[in-house]
């Protein structure tokens, strides 16, 4: 098997390829038998029927819901080491001094810039779970043309597993989550 083939990046191209392992396997630069090889190892056409049959049978249009998941359990990861830093700073007042006091040879001042800039991270995880939630009116206006039904509500539910196990493993890599609960 190729030494640098990514088994998440392979079963997203092959998703995205709705189960044809010959296209994929082009896409990916790999001879058809070795991704046959890692489809067949962990079950993949299987989950990839089950999601398809259970979606839009679109394969492009289920892995962007994948990758909104992911993007989501990204974006929810964020958002909780801002509302963890946010804690700190706001119960206190030595740790929030020392992040915006500035003490030169010559004079003290206050430098907001530290407190905008965690301002400004958690405005950036807020917009990152919208975009991924679709709830913007450029992505609801997409969502509604494409709507996947079923599938979607699969998806949100693994989703919402997903968030658990985000805030209960840490360090765990987001792909690896919501793979982990699509497959399961």
């Not at 067949?40 to 049978?57: F, H, P, Q, V």
């Not at 994948?66 to 740790?95: P, W």
């Not at 003490?103 to 975009?131: N, W």
């Amino acid at each position: 098997m190729a030494k640098d083939l990514d088994p998440v990046e392979a079963f997203h191209i092959l998703l995205r390829f709705s189960g044809d392992v010959e296209r994929a396997a082009f896409a990916l630069g790999v001879k058809t038998h070795e991704l046959a090889g890692l489809s067949t190892k962990y079950g993949w056409a299987a989950k990839i029927k089950e999601l398809t049959r259970a979606g839009s049978g679109d394969g492009a249009a289920l892995q962007r819901e994948i990758n909104s998941a992911i993007n989501l359990v990204q974006a929810h990861k964020l958002r909780g080491m801002v509302d963890r830093l946010v804690a700190v700073y706001a119960s206190d007042e030595n740790a929030l001094k020392s992040l915006v006091e500035v003490t030169t040879k010559d004079r003290s001042y206050v430098d907001m810039t530290p407190l905008l800039k965690l301002v400004q991270a958690a405005e950036i995880a807020q917009s990152m779970t919208c975009t991924a939630l679709g709830d913007s009116a450029e992505q609801k206006r997409i969502d509604g043309e494409r709507n996947s039904g079923t599938g979607q509500q699969k998806i949100a539910q693994a989703l919402a597993r997903a968030l658990d196990a985000a805030d209960s493993v840490p360090g765990a890599l987001s792909a690896n989550i919501v793979r982990k609960e699509l497959q399961g």
